[in-house]
């Protein structure tokens, strides 16, 4: 089974641009979340997602960012606009509802803002 | 107060040794579930193993094991027979509840020499 996907891998873009980060969870998971890592803060958990409804948002740092998953297989991540202060690594991961709940991770995207 | 407490921000072991790295937690929800991943150099977040509050015995997947002490709020790994490829951050994380949501520790750095 393919896990989660995310893209791009890298992004590197200016002050002030859109950024659209991307996410395909696995297949029959009902959970979607995503998260930022940075060395400063460690782990974020930004929003998440049951059956495709936003839960929590409450970890969204502002109005620059939003999330959207129209449907069960797609998520975006979207900064308008990016500011240096954005640049981290965010993931995205899925979950099945069960007994464990555990998480798992795509790649991650590598977003640098200059 | 922090909900879930490592202790050790870096730990050195010798190969083919074991090792244990700590985790204490703090929630007054008796379901609960708890995790760990590991986090390579590359960067990708991987599960390796869950405790589920009501379990009687400790998990173990393979060499990963999980010191399960419910009175004392513990849930350390510990790597059996630590291999190079073992060197990375672990994390912890907890489930309170039913919520989807984990919440994570800080990480611990393990590097594992030759």
């Known amino acids: 089974d393919a896990g989660v996907i995310q893209s791009p891998r890298h992004e590197v873009t200016e002050m002030g641009q859109e950024v659209t980060l991307r996410c395909k969870p696995i297949?029959?998971?009902?959970?979607l979340f995503w998260y930022r890592q940075t060395m400063m803060r460690g782990l974020e958990l930004l929003i998440y997602f049951n059956n495709n409804v936003p839960i929590d948002d409450s970890g969204m740092p502002e109005d620059r960012f939003s999330a959207k998953m129209p449907n069960a297989s797609f998520s975006t991540l979207k900064i308008q606009p990016s500011e240096p202060r954005d640049s981290a690594v965010y993931f995205c991961?899925?979950?099945?509802?069960?007994?464990?709940?555990?998480?798992?991770f795509g790649p991650g995207t590598r977003l640098t803002v200059t | 107060a922090q909900k879930i407490t490592q202790t050790q921000p870096g730990m050195f072991v010798q190969e083919k040794e074991a090792v244990t790295l700590d985790c204490t937690y703090d929630?007054?929800?008796?379901?609960?579930?708890l995790f760990w991943y590991k986090q390579p150099s590359s960067g990708e977040m991987i599960f390796l193993i869950y405790q589920g509050s009501y379990d009687e015995q400790n998990a173990t997947e393979g060499r990963y094991s999980l010191n399960f002490q419910k009175a004392r709020k513990s849930a350390n790994l510990v790597i059996s027979a630590s291999q190079l490829g073992d060197s990375a951050m672990y994390f912890c994380a907890m489930r309170e509840g039913y919520n989807r949501k984990l919440i994570w520790g800080l990480g611990t750095s393990l590097a594992v020499n030759p």
């Open positions: 297949s029959g998971h009902n959970s």
């Open positions: 929630t007054s929800d008796q379901s609960y579930g």
């Open positions: 991961a899925s979950s099945l509802v069960g007994a464990s709940y555990e998480q798992y």
